[in-house]
Antibody, heavy 119, light 107 residues
Framework: EVQLLESGGGLVQPGGSLRLSCAASGFTFSSYPMSWVRQAPGKGLEWVSGIDGSGGDTYYADSVKGRFTISRDNSKNTLYLQMNSLRAGETAIYYC????????????WGQGTLVTVSS | DIQMTQSPSSVSASVGDRVTIACRASQAVGSWFAWYQQKPGKAPKLLIYAESTLQSGVPSRFSGSGSGTDFTLTISSLQPEDFATYYCQQAKIFPYTFGQGTKLEIK
């Protein structure tokens, strides 16, 4: 059974940093690109960042480029999102998501971890 | 970036109704397109990928169609568990982008 379990969320002040983790199980982690998607309270879904299976190629939304870093440790089956210079408007639930084998869409999602950016 | 625009933003319907939700991309995305369902407090669930392929375990009352820039999600006969918010997404070009969502409410 595929499972994705995020952790690392919490309360952080504007300008602060946080590192999210997503522990994966139930599939060959290194074979699949992964992404982070966030959802502000009462708002829609926003794709944040993606990474290929090897970790060699990374992609970012313009809104987070230069501040967020996605990475993965395939030996630990874990995806990461390092978030620096956080802004108040980035309060959201952050989900990790596994790309579908057909390379279109995300077929498995974690339960999400809440990041609150507030002073 | 590719902009995804859904219509309507909300729709009210009754159990048994046929409902259609539209999504338009600002440029052609081919078959690099997916639909999701999200219920309150839950993660999104993939319904349809590659424009019209039903994800495993999704009821056959859901269907997707379209091509290029215009896509449609149809629910043939609404069931109580279908009342949720639906999102479209393009996966052709980074950054991947979602539509703003369509909330399906009980009439």
């Amino acid at each position: 059974e595929v499972q994705l379990l995020e952790s690392g969320g919490g309360l952080v002040q504007p300008g602060g940093s946080l590192r999210l983790s997503c522990a994966a199980s139930g599939f060959t982690f290194s074979s699949y690109p992964m992404s982070w998607v966030r959802q502000a309270p009462g708002k829609g879904l926003e794709w944040v960042s993606g990474i290929d299976g090897s970790g060699g190629d990374t992609y970012y939304a313009d809104s987070v480029k230069g501040r967020f870093t996605i990475s993965r440790d395939n030996s630990k089956n874990t995806l990461y999102l390092q978030m620096n210079s956080l802004r108040a408007g980035e309060t959201a639930i952050y989900y990790c998501a596994k790309r579908h084998i057909a390379a279109v869409g995300f077929d498995y999602w974690g339960q999400g971890t809440l990041v609150t950016v507030s002073s | 970036d590719i902009q995804m625009t859904q219509s309507p933003s909300s729709v009210s319907a009754s159990v048994g109704d046929r409902v259609t939700i539209a999504c338009r991309a600002s440029q052609a995305v081919g078959s690099w397109f997916a639909w999701y369902q999200q219920k309150p407090g839950k993660a999104p669930k993939l319904l349809i990928y590659a424009e019209s392929t039903l994800q495993s375990g999704v009821p056959s009352r859901f269907s997707g169609s379209g091509s290029g820039t215009d896509f449609t999600l149809t629910i043939s006969s609404l069931q109580p568990e279908d009342f949720a918010t639906y999102y479209c997404q393009q996966a052709k070009i980074f950054p991947y982008t979602f539509g703003q969502g369509t909330k399906l409410e009980i009439k």
